[in-house]
């Protein structure tokens, strides 16, 4: 058993006890009773709160990093998108890339080389707004040119 300070984590019993306080169901380990709670089995109840647990987490550190703004505003929830089974490799690579703020966009250009945020303008139409996803996928006139083309 699990009690006070005497807890062996080369013990498979020790991890599953940690496991199940984690994910805030420590009292079955404790009364060895599942109470389903408006779940069929105890099984989706653990995936349940395993999903919960893991979208948390997953938002937490999504707050923690700046250049990921335009993936908090396209994703909401922690699932696989359909575009990662859908699209062929190079696809999936630069949507990716754009969704996850590691493209060659002068908002990210411009960052590693510490210019400030409105200094990285787009350097392709001239027009000095700032060359972020939204001005190239949307915005930008020589962009939507050269994609009419492909």
Same mark, same amino acid.
């Given at each position: 058993?699990?009690?006070? *300070? +005497?807890? &062996? $984590? /080369?013990?498979?019993?020790?991890?599953?006890? =940690?496991?199940?306080?984690?994910?805030? !169901? @420590?009292?079955?380990?404790?009364?060895?009773?599942?109470?389903?709670?408006?779940?069929?089995?105890?099984?989706?109840?653990?995936?349940?709160?395993?999903?919960?647990?893991?979208?948390?987490?997953?938002? *937490? +550190?999504? &707050? $923690? /990093?700046?250049?990921?703004?335009?993936?908090? =505003?396209?994703?909401?929830?922690?699932? !696989? @998108?359909?575009?990662?089974?859908?699209?062929?490799?190079?696809?999936?690579?630069?949507?990716?890339?754009?969704?996850?703020?590691?493209?060659?966009?002068?908002?990210?250009?411009?960052?590693?080389?510490? *210019?400030?945020?409105k200094e990285r303008v787009c350097n392709v139409c001239l027009c000095d707004e700032v060359e972020d996803e939204k001005h190239f996928l949307l915005a930008c006139p020589w962009y939507v040119r050269e994609?009419?083309?492909?």
């Open positions: 058993m699990i009690r006070g *300070e +005497n807890k &062996d $984590k /080369k013990n498979w019993c020790y991890w599953i006890w =940690k496991f199940l306080k984690d994910i805030h !169901l @420590e009292h079955v380990w404790h009364s060895e009773k599942v109470e389903p709670g408006g779940h069929t089995n105890f099984n989706q109840l653990v995936r349940d709160l395993i999903q919960k647990r893991d979208e948390e987490e997953w938002r *937490e +550190n999504l &707050d $923690k /990093k700046s250049k990921l703004r335009l993936y908090r =505003k396209l994703k909401d929830r922690l699932v !696989l @998108e359909n575009y990662v089974v859908e699209l062929e490799r190079e696809e999936r690579r630069q949507l990716t890339m754009l969704r996850g703020g590691t493209n060659k966009l002068r908002i990210e250009t411009g960052r590693w080389v510490g *210019e400030r945020e994609s009419t083309y492909v």
